[in-house]
């Protein structure tokens, strides 16, 4: 039976696994990326190699940028830092929508093709 080469393990709150493919055919080692900048690393350092497994890990890339996004929210009040008055609470809120709006705009079309 084949290895995926990446793969989600758990929940949203999960993490990547991928195959280090600097290191075959004489090494396997599994590479565990739980944060966007571990991902980009993989991919800029090519253990993520070929157009579909890049496209894969950037899409999965993205669902770890909304748990960051969402770990600061709980953090510090969001994306934008504390929200100290109606206004900036106001911008905030839309600033947040947007976001998700989008991601889950762009997670639906693809998910279409």
């Known amino acids: 039976m084949p290895l995926p080469t990446i793969e989600w393990e758990g929940d949203m709150k999960g ?12 090494e396997l080692k599994f590479v565990y990326c739980e944060d966007m900048k571990s991902i980009w690393h993989a991919i800029k350092t090519l ?6 497994a890049i496209g894969i890990a950037g899409a999965m890339g993205v669902v770890l940028g909304i748990k960051d996004i969402q770990a600061k929210r709980n953090g510090y009040g969001g994306v934008c830092g504390p929200c100290d008055n109606g206004i900036r609470y106001g911008l905030c809120y839309i600033v947040e929508r947007r976001i998700h709006n989008s991601v889950r705009r762009n997670a639906q079309h693809a998910c279409s093709s």
Not at 15 to 26: E, G
Not at 47 to 52: C, D, Y
């Open 15 to 26: 993490r990547i696994r991928l195959i280090d493919q600097t290191l075959l055919p004489t």
């Open 47 to 52: 253990m993520v190699r070929g157009a579909p």
